[in-house]
């Protein structure tokens, strides 16, 4: 099992900048990935930001923040990061962590974090 607990988000102006940490517990040894998705109001979870956990921390990213959000990870601290800058009012959405971890060569597990709320407002 791996437990996921986010923190940070919160308000902040259009153009402005926030950091999210998620920090995992429990069987991280077996923890292939983790990456950060958004729940829009009314709308489905959406994949935001992926990093590998071992290795060289390989990234992909939505199109939507490219060049504006960095994923990046401490894997002394168990923790992934999500720094997002020139933020816009749409995206506004609860931010969830997320880990994969490999159980068998053929089974994959999906842990999520509690989610976050971020809102970019005047």
């Known amino acids: 099992q791996v437990e996921l607990v986010e923190s940070g988000g919160g308000w902040v102006q259009p153009g402005g900048s926030l950091s999210l940490s998620c920090v995992a517990s429990g069987t991280i040894y077996s923890v292939l990935r983790m990456g950060w998705y958004r729940q829009q109001s009314g709308k489905q979870r959406e994949l935001v930001a992926t990093i590998t956990y071992g290795g060289l921390g390989e990234t992909n990213y939505a199109d939507s923040v490219k060049d504006r959000f960095i994923i990046s990870r401490d894997t002394a601290k168990n923790a992934a990061y999500l720094q997002m800058n020139s933020l816009k009012p749409e995206d506004t959405a609860v931010y969830y962590c997320?880990?994969?971890?490999?159980?068998?060569?053929?089974?994959?597990?999906?842990?999520w974090g509690q989610g976050t709320q971020v809102t970019v407002s005047f």
């Open positions: 997320h880990a994969e971890r490999v159980v068998t060569l053929n089974d994959m597990q999906n842990y």
